[in-house]
Structure formats: C-alpha cells, structure tokens
C-alpha cells in the first residue's frame, strides 16, 4: 500500500484554527469593576454586576464593551423593578440576548471557543491522580511469579 504521505502542519492549507479560540483563567488578579450607573440600585442587580466582575470572563473585556454591559446592566435593573410578568419575559428575552453576545453562558463560550480553566483544582486533580498512580502500583507490588523457585 502506497500513498502520499501527509504534509508537515506548517504546510498544510486548512490547519482549523480560530482566532477566538482562548483560555480563561478563574485565579487572576483584582479587577476594576465600573461604578453602576442608577442611583439606588436594587440588590440583586449590585449582586449580578459584582459576579459579572469576578467572573473568568471579566479580563476579556475591552473599555468598548463596558459601555455595553451598561446598558445589559440597565436591562438586569429594569428586570428586578418589573411590576409585571410582561414586562419581565420582554426583559428576559433582551437580556438573554445580550448575555449570549458578551459570552455570559456556557454555551455562548462554547461557541467562542472559550474555555475555564480552575488552576488549583486542575493542579490538585493532577497532583492526586499521580498520588493515586503511585499508590495503586505500591498496591500491585506483589513478587513476580516467575521468579519462584
């Protein structure tokens, strides 16, 4: 069986890469959070801008897409305000929609190609499961068999 062999990587034309495609770190250092824009804000909006904030995502934003998360912000108020449940399921639809565009849901991160990476539980995981390699082969450290006499 014969048969070309494959080009190295460098050289071949579709090597599926995005530009998108990014690593996000939950550990990082502090980060500024923009002051809220109303002037008595509900309690749950404070707690959705200060999650917002300390979420893996936050260090992928630009001062560009502040302004946005204003308005998403505004949106959120709006949501916990309502005095009608037409009101909220509008508003819930527009804040869906804006969650998607900033990358706020699993899914929209998926589909930037965004993934979390949680440095100390990966480092622990890591570290037991070459714990558990060693302690499974003291375990198995039984004489071999073929050297009975």
Same mark, same amino acid.
């Given at each position: 069986?014969?048969? !070309?062999?494959?080009?190295?990587?460098? *050289?071949?034309? &579709?090597? !599926?890469?995005?530009?998108?495609?990014?690593?996000?770190?939950?550990? &990082?250092?502090?980060?500024? #959070?923009?002051? /809220?824009?109303?002037?008595?804000?509900?309690?749950?909006?404070?707690?959705?801008?200060? @999650?917002?904030?300390?979420?893996?995502?936050?260090?992928?934003?630009?001062?560009? @897409?502040?302004?946005? /998360?204003?308005?998403?912000?505004?949106?959120?108020?709006? =949501?916990?305000?309502?005095? !009608?449940? +037409?009101?909220?399921?509008?508003?819930?639809?527009?804040?869906?929609?804006?969650?998607?565009? =900033?990358? /706020?849901?699993?899914?929209?991160?998926?589909?930037? *190609?965004? +993934?979390? %990476?949680?440095?100390?539980?990966?480092?622990?995981?890591? +570290?037991?499961? #070459?714990?558990?390699?060693?302690? *499974?082969? %003291?375990?198995?450290? &039984?004489? @071999?068999?073929? /050297?009975?006499?």
């Amino acid at each position: 069986m014969g048969g !070309n062999l494959p080009k190295p990587p460098e *050289q071949r034309r &579709r090597r !599926n890469k995005t530009s998108t495609a990014t690593v996000l770190y939950d550990e &990082r250092g502090p980060i500024a #959070i923009p002051e /809220l824009p109303m002037a008595d804000p509900h309690p749950l909006t404070v707690a959705h801008w200060s @999650d917002l904030w300390a979420s893996p995502v936050a260090p992928e934003m630009t001062r560009i @897409d502040a302004h946005g /998360l204003l308005i998403y912000i505004a949106l959120v108020e709006d =949501f916990h305000r309502a005095d !009608n449940p +037409t009101a909220r399921m509008d508003l819930s639809r527009e804040i869906r929609l804006v969650w998607a565009d =900033f990358g /706020l849901t699993p899914v929209s991160r998926r589909r930037l *190609q965004w +993934t979390v %990476a949680k440095v100390a539980d990966a480092e622990a995981r890591r +570290t037991e499961r #070459i714990m558990a390699k060693y302690r *499974q082969a %003291a375990a198995d450290s &039984r004489p @071999d068999p073929r /050297l009975r006499s």
